[in-house]
């Protein structure tokens, strides 16, 4: 059979006779295995795309530079915890009103900045031990906090961390040559050109205007910042760049330490009449910095004793500065970039962003609220692929600043990165995905340290696989599934061997520890999970839980999904998985509603705060085990009874889509713009919801609209988690269905 339509695009998917083509294109094998396999590809690609592929045919294509521009961010003062960002996905930087980190140390950040403390004196990673804990009579070590040796245990907590490349800012003086405060700028405004990533900040000094642009290189660490101002010229405008020390403090907003100088280095390496390199070590970590600047000036280290890492540059006899800082982990070679290339650059990447994957735009609804929902979707939008479109998993607070330490959480992965692959964006999720095989080794020897099979993934870790010891980390389990539904996306949208292939064995070794991981009780003749088990909502007893309703819920899923990996190639049913699967305990209830886990005491009285996760089984994740009519049942308890001032930013839409996967749309859209403080979004679309930013409130909002405008397995209509009494106009486009 021939290839037909191989190159062409419908809705910015490849169509589906480029897939039934591809399948077909190699000379089959006269084999069972390789007609299941295209069988099972051609399948996938007939239900998939046919909605996939889908666009609301009644509004032609979306302007989507105007549902952009409409919600440009323009400030008049800095907000010290909200900087505005540029950045790539891998490295960004915040700024003040300046343009540059002039008067607040906001971050500079990025996926490889990680330092180690030296190790205290007479302590060894040896010496930590965890803890043993009686599990259904077996006696087994978890990476629990070691009271027995607390040194190691909260060195391994701290280490490693993320830590800030540096400080870039204006020395502005006043005219009487004392240096300006933020108070004494007049007229003062930025706006964040979205479409473009360039912010423009304009201000004026004792009556001389000041603009500046600043930008951030699409391939590289790399800002660029151009100025235009008389204070330029009359030598009361200069740039510099500071280096402070990595500090220990988890929940900064500002992660340097200016005050240990002696414990690290900024030295030049490197310096031309139009470009410098310095050299940094912090400890065993070190990295380069490289200045490059296209306007007259030069490039020299602070005078004074009193900042030992603090260098400037000075403009000579011109009104304006171009420049570049470039930070990376191994001395550059080759041109640096420049000012102007990095807002050309800059420019091209996200105008290319904004037109790949899917848009959605609101403007045509009757319901006052429509701008701002669609205000968050633009914003969240481009801090997610500011902060979070890197090689590693991102923290919670992205690279605006560090929440525990900066370390990235694997039962979180779902809530930051879900939403790139509905979007149509996958790529940007895919490349992070990578630790799961990456990982896989050291997964496996966990899992053994716990006597059991498979690959037993961390709860919370950095740039290596190394447990922090904590409770919750040591007993969390609902990130196990995770790797089986990020694999099933993949091969839902690229149904081919080269999939199967990438994700099989992370598919079946998560599968073989959920297996493992359940207990058979003799007495009630099915599996059981825990104790002891950290449930999402890491509120009950650990050494007291039995049978979370999420984690079951997520179980089934995940076995049910593994076997169906097997199937495609062709190999027969695991039956360790089906007889868990079979007889896993059933969701929980009391009182002919579903509750978070079996026999909890006081449901409704007691915990009815943190993540409401029973809301999770039918929305988030597709419904293995769930009775709709219970849930329906649960879910408008949940709505009368949660303390909704007492949980996190993602449980709203994770509420939406429940809502939504049960026909009540209104309540769908009620919870995306519920007015929480759990729930808002800033002026630069950084969102509460956990230590501030959280970015998993902007991941949650994203996955929850493309679910309710594009649908879900089994969903029926146009933008069915929307209303459909002429109160919303939902014009969407290159959505992909959620499993």
């Not at 899917?358 to 045509?364: E, M, N, P, Q, T």
Request: charged share 20%.
């Amino acid at each position: 059979m021939f290839k037909i339509c191989l190159r062409k695009m419908v809705f910015g998917k490849p169509c589906l006779f480029y897939y039934l083509g591809t399948a077909l294109k190699p000379k089959l094998k006269n084999t069972f295995m390789r007609h299941a396999l295209c069988a099972g590809m051609l399948a996938a690609s007939l239900v998939f795309l046919l909605s996939a592929c889908h666009s609301d045919s009644r509004t032609g294509t979306i302007d989507r530079r105007s549902v952009v521009d409409r919600h440009k961010v323009v400030t008049t003062q800095t907000n010290p915890k909200s900087p505005a960002q540029v950045g790539n996905g891998e490295f960004a930087m915040g700024v003040d009103i300046t343009g540059l980190q002039t008067f607040v140390p906001f971050n500079t950040l990025s996926n490889w900045s990680w330092h180690t403390f030296p190790l205290p004196e007479g302590v060894q990673i040896s010496d930590y031990q965890g803890r043993v804990f009686d599990t259904h009579g077996k006696q087994i070590r978890y990476e629990v906090f070691d009271d027995k040796h607390p040194e190691i245990s909260q060195w391994l907590a701290e280490n490693p961390h993320r830590f800030t490349l540096g400080r870039l800012g204006f020395e502005i003086l006043k005219a009487d040559g004392q240096p300006a405060q933020e108070s004494d700028l007049k007229d003062a405004r930025q706006e964040i050109d979205l479409w473009s990533g360039i912010i423009t900040s304009t201000f004026s000094l004792d009556g001389q205007s000041v603009t500046v642009r600043t930008a951030c290189h699409p391939d590289q660490d790399a800002i660029g910042v151009t100025v235009e101002s008389p204070l330029v010229a009359q030598g009361r405008m200069s740039v510099f760049l500071d280096f402070p020390y990595p500090t220990t403090r988890q929940f900064a907003d500002y992660l340097g330490d200016y005050t240990k100088p002696e414990l690290h280095s900024a030295v030049i390496v490197d310096q031309t009449g139009e470009s410098a390199v310095i050299e940094r070590t912090l400890d065993t970590t070190q990295y380069f910095t490289a200045v490059k600047w296209t306007s007259a000036g030069k490039f020299e280290p602070a005078i004074l004793d009193s900042m030992p890492h603090r260098f400037y540059f000075k403009p000579d006899g011109t009104d304006k500065i171009a420049l570049t800082c470039t930070f990376s982990e191994a001395r550059p070679e080759g041109e640096l970039a420049v000012a102007a290339d990095v807002f050309v650059k800059s420019s091209e990447a996200w105008v290319n962003y904004w037109n790949s994957g899917a848009a959605i735009d609101l403007s045509g609804s009757k319901d006052p609220r429509w701008k701002e929902l669609e205000r968050r979707i633009v914003l969240s939008q481009y801090v997610m692929r500011v902060n979070e479109a890197g090689s590693l998993p991102p923290q919670e607070s992205g690279l605006v600043n560090n929440g525990w330490y900066g370390r990235f959480h694997f039962e979180m992965i779902w809530w930051h990165g879900v939403h790139y692959a509905l979007w149509n964006r996958w790529p940007l999720f895919d490349k992070s995905l990578h630790i799961y095989r990456d990982y896989l080794p050291t997964s496996i020897a966990r899992a053994q340290r716990l006597g059991r099979g498979g690959a037993k993934w961390p709860k919370c870790t950095a740039d290596f696989d190394r447990e922090w010891p904590c409770w919750a980390h040591g007993f969390l389990i609902w990130q196990q599934p995770h790797p089986i539904y990020f694999a099933e996306q993949d091969y839902l949208m690229h149904p081919s061997q080269e999939t199967l292939d990438k994700w099989k064995d992370v598919v079946f070794a998560s599968a073989d520890y959920m297996a493992d991981y359940a207990y058979y009780d003799d007495k009630k003749g099915e599996y059981v999970l825990g104790p002891p088990v950290v449930i999402v909502s890491e509120n009950t007893d650990a050494l007291a839980t039995t049978n979370p309703i999420f984690e079951l819920g997520y179980f089934r899923y995940g076995l049910r999904t593994a076997q169906k990996w097997r199937e495609r190639l062709g190999m027969p049913q695991n039956e360790k998985w089906a007889d868990v699967y079979d007889k896993l305990a059933p969701l929980p209830m009391q009182d002919s509603v579903y509750v978070t886990y079996e026999g909890i005491p006081e449901m409704w009285t007691k915990y009815t705060y943190e993540h409401p996760a029973l809301t999770g089984v039918l929305g988030m994740l597709p419904g293995d085990g769930v009775d709709t009519t219970t849930f329906v049942r649960t879910l408008d308890k949940v709505m009368n009874e949660w303390q909704f001032n007492k949980i996190w930013g993602w449980d709203f839409p994770m509420m939406a889509m429940a809502a939504a996967r049960t026909g009540q749309p209104e309540l769908a859209v009620d919870l995306l713009l519920h007015d929480s403080e759990g729930f808002q979004f800033d002026e630069h679309g950084l969102a509460t919801g956990g230590p501030f930013p959280y970015f998993p409130s902007n991941g949650g909002l994203l996955t929850a609209v493309a679910m309710m405008a594009q649908g879900w397995t089994g969903s029926e209509g146009e933008a069915p988690g929307f209303p459909k009494d002429g109160s919303w106009s939902v014009r969407y486009e290159n959505f992909v269905p959620m499993q």
